[in-house]
């Protein structure tokens, strides 16, 4: 495979060809933040956490879509870049009912994590407060908690693309999407779902959790996803 | 079918067209159908039939004659004298055009259509040329009036390298919105490589008010089939999808009936005119999403999924339709290929401004004497659209602003009506062509409202897929709202700016990063009206219905308020 050179703020970098732009930044030592993005899924760039500004670009690229290319010129933190990206936090927060204290996933939040990595202590927006569904405890292990979605679609593309289940969607469309369960039922009467629980471990904020979990309790593990991925791969499944 | 049976067929069409002493041309596109043609239809053919005149009157239904305002339409045609429109025509008054006009060619004193109407002085018609004066159900109405010989060049005379240079040579840029040039955008696909390549028409228009597309589709489906087929022969293509909404039921009918035809007469399908290009048409129905319309979500529409962007690159061009090259143009553009190759790229280059070539369809709606569907060159300006065409503002009222391109685009105010119209002038005063709605407002509409319309359509619209436009236009739209009801504080206007910047620069596709659009222009133009809705609590206009609570009578209102939120 070859080597491609590419410029990172500044700094002449390289990457394997055909990586993404995150993954060279990754690489090489710069962290972009993301959310919907989750090594081992496909990238679908809906969080715009990770937009970057490409020379000659007309736009801002989102880096976890965009292919490294030979001779680009990157710039992944510019003011108006962090200024945006705190923005897109403080929007995430205003959209439903984030109350930390009363969180399965406190401590455990990626979208916390975000925010605190960013330093966004507060949202300069008004609160939607939107009514949610109720949330859904009928599955024998899981449970689904609405007003903590931030719609990054992980538990959907996890249950798809690595259980091959195809569960979970999604319903609606705006600020009016929902995550559905089958045809929307209920999920303890889902047929297809497989209770593996790789939703609940994808799901970078309190909305699926681990039934019994009370605050603060939720732990998640990520990492099979690259390893299921990986292994499927190369038909190796050595730990 | 040969070319000798294509010259048969027109020769044939235009010698019964000539046999009839004369001819009644009902408009039959969907505002005259909604305003009563049916009934005009039917008492012309009854009376014809009642009084055995068959052989000697002709009742055609034709596609969009343009004023809609003033359907349902009858043209009288009679071999060497100018054709007479009559507007409003009820069916007793159809009757009476035919035994008067048609029989005694006594024209009527009544519902006459001006002839030096400005209307149709100004406008300059391509795409919609024969729209008014043919059968859009029927193959030989098209192919008489010149149809499918441009096909038929293409394929005796022209390789695809030519016909792409053709389409370069006449500067035609895409009219859905985004004005890509077309020639480009088809020689990309053409050198793209693959073995399988498709070809999309997006017929999935959405702005509110706009009907160019629909208009094109009904009027004329089989100049929408044919420059579909001409592109296909261009880059490669041997499947081809019209991507139409399921709320334009006439002009997918008609399309589908199109299809039929051309499938039969040989000149769509499997060895068209005989010789070895494939290409098939199938028409996809939108489920009423605007972002479908969006090039990225209507491909994956097309393929089954749930209608949302996806992140470019990689272009349709490259890797559209299960993943392999496609081409995806707007109906309009595709309307505008036949003329182009039958009169030569430098004749359409001949029209418009530098960077702007040919004519546009916009669809006149809102406050203006004249509503309807107008084709006009580039480079006209707005005031000649608006003030000659449109035949100015009813009421006595004044001209305050123009919308164009629906809830992408933006407000243009009266200080830039002698703008000629053209994708860099409407983008400069932040707003775009769109795909042609121009939508006008008097001095009694508040632009605050205007602006709370559009963006309460674009949260609507939001698939939700980005955080900017899900949660932006959500937060936008509660802002605009507190402005309307008199709730709202200076620093809203700030914040209002900021997200409108923001959403434009970070947001996933074309619907996201057009929202802010219509706010940001009105506050750029309009910025006062705010400022009076903020400052001191009223609505210029008096639109707005602006209710301010004593500050005695505070602490009674709120808990009554509390209560009748909790109740709702």
């Not at chain 1, 930390?100 to 605190?116: I, M, T, W």
């Not at chain 2, 006009?376 to 009421?395: A, C, N, Q, S, W």
Request: aromatic letters at 6%.
């Amino acid at each position: 495979m070859s080597v491609i050179t590419l410029t990172i703020n500044g700094q002449e970098v390289s990457a394997l060809s055909g990586a993404t732009l995150l993954e060279a930044c990754r690489q090489n030592g710069v962290d972009l933040p993301t959310l919907c993005h989750l090594d081992g899924l496909t990238p679908i760039g809906a969080c715009r956490l990770c937009l970057v500004q490409v020379e000659g670009a007309r736009r801002l690229m989102p880096a976890c879509t965009t292919e490294a290319q030979d001779g680009m010129v990157v710039q992944t933190h510019t003011e108006s870049l962090k200024e945006y990206r705190k923005m897109i936090l403080e929007m995430l927060l205003s959209e439903r009912n984030h109350i930390c204290s009363v969180c399965v996933a406190n401590g455990s939040c990626e979208l916390r994590a975000r925010c605190a990595e960013l330093g966004v202590d507060h949202t300069r927006f008004e609160y939607r407060c939107p009514d949610m569904p109720a949330i859904d405890l009928t599955h024998e292990r899981n449970g689904l908690d609405h007003n903590r979605c931030i719609s990054c679609t992980r538990c959907i593309r996890a249950c798809d693309q690595i259980e091959g289940a195809h569960t979970l969607d999604m319903q609606g469309r705006g600020v009016d999407s929902r995550i559905i369960i089958d045809m929307h039922q209920k999920w303890g009467g889902s047929t297809t779902c497989t209770k593996c629980g790789k939703c609940v471990n994808v799901c970078p904020t309190g909305t699926l959790f681990w039934k019994g979990s009370t605050v603060a309790e939720m732990e998640k593990d990520v990492g099979f996803v690259r390893w299921i991925k990986e292994g499927r791969e190369k038909k190796q499944w050595s730990l | 079918m040969t070319r000798e049976e294509l010259q048969a067929m027109a020769q044939k069409e235009q010698e019964k067209r000539k046999a009839f002493s004369c001819r009644l041309l009902v408009c039959y596109s969907t505002p005259c159908i909604s305003s009563g043609a049916e009934g005009v239809r039917k008492a012309l053919v009854d009376a014809v039939k009642a009084r055995n005149l068959d052989a000697e009157i002709d009742v055609t239904c034709t596609g969009c004659v343009g004023p809609c305002s003033r359907g349902p339409l009858v043209t009288v045609r009679r071999a060497g004298q100018e054709d007479v429109i009559y507007e409003n025509v009820t069916p007793e008054f159809a009757v009476q055009i035919l035994a008067k006009h048609a029989l005694g060619n006594e024209v009527l004193t009544s519902n006459v259509l001006p002839k030096d109407l400005p209307f149709f002085a100004k406008q300059l018609k391509v795409v919609l040329a024969n729209s008014a004066s043919i059968d859009p159900e029927s193959l030989e109405s098209y192919v008489g009036a010149g149809g499918y010989t441009a096909l038929l060049k293409v394929l005796e005379d022209m390789t695809p390298e030519q016909v792409v240079d053709e389409i370069k040579k006449s500067g035609l840029r895409g009219r859905g919105g985004g004005g890509f040039p077309t020639g480009l955008k088809w020689d990309l696909v053409r050198k793209a490589k693959g073995d399988k390549k498709y070809l999309v028409a997006n017929g999935d228009e959405g702005d509110p008010g706009a009907y160019m597309d629909r208009t094109t589709m009904e009027s004329d489906p089989f100049l929408v089939l044919e420059g579909m087929a001409i592109a296909a022969y261009a880059v490669g293509a041997d499947q081809g999808f019209i991507y139409v909404r399921a709320e334009y039921p006439l002009a997918a009918e008609r399309l589908r009936k199109a299809i039929k035809m051309a499938e039969k007469a040989e000149i769509l399908g499997n060895h068209i005119f005989g010789s070895n290009f494939n290409f098939h048409i199938d028409i996809r129905f939108g489920a009423g999403a605007f972002v479908c319309g969006e090039e990225t979500a209507l491909l994956t529409s097309v393929m089954g999924r749930r209608g949302q962007p996806y992140p470019r690159p990689p272009f349709p061009a490259n890797s559209g339709l299960w993943g392999c090259p496609t081409l995806i143009n707007n109906v309009e553009t595709f309307g505008n290929i036949a003329p182009i190759i039958n009169r030569g790229g430098d004749w359409y280059a001949g029209i418009g401004t530098e960077k702007s070539k040919g004519t546009k369809i916009f669809a006149l709606a809102g406050e203006i004497n004249n509503t309807g569907l107008i084709e006009v060159p580039m480079g006209i300006t707005l005031r000649e659209v608006v003030f000659d065409i449109g035949g100015g503002i009813p009421k006595g009222a004044g001209f305050k602003a123009a919308q164009t391109g629906g809830p992408s685009g933006g407000c243009i105010p009266a200080a830039y009506l002698d703008t000629p119209i053209d994708y860099e002038n409407l983008a400069a005063l932040g707003s775009i062509m769109g795909s042609g709605g121009l939508v006008i407002m008097n001095d009694r509409s508040c632009m605050v409202d205007v602006a709370r319309f559009f963006m309460d359509f674009c949260r609507d619209e939001s698939c939700g897929k980005c955080v900017p436009c899900r949660v932006g236009t959500s937060q936008m739209l509660r802002i605009l709202e507190k402005i309307c009801n008199g709730s709202a504080v200076m620093d809203d206007l700030e914040k209002l700016q900021e997200m409108g910047k923001m959403v434009q620069d970070t947001s996933l596709c074309g619907l996201g990063f057009t929202s802010p659009n219509p706010v940001l222009s009105t506050l750029r133009y309009f910025r006062e009206e705010y400022e009076a809705h903020i400052r001191e609590r009223r609505c210029p206009v008096g639109v707005c219905q602006i209710k301010e609570v004593p500050l005695a009578e505070l602490m009674k209102e709120l808990p009554r308020r509390i209560r009748e939120a909790a109740k709702s």
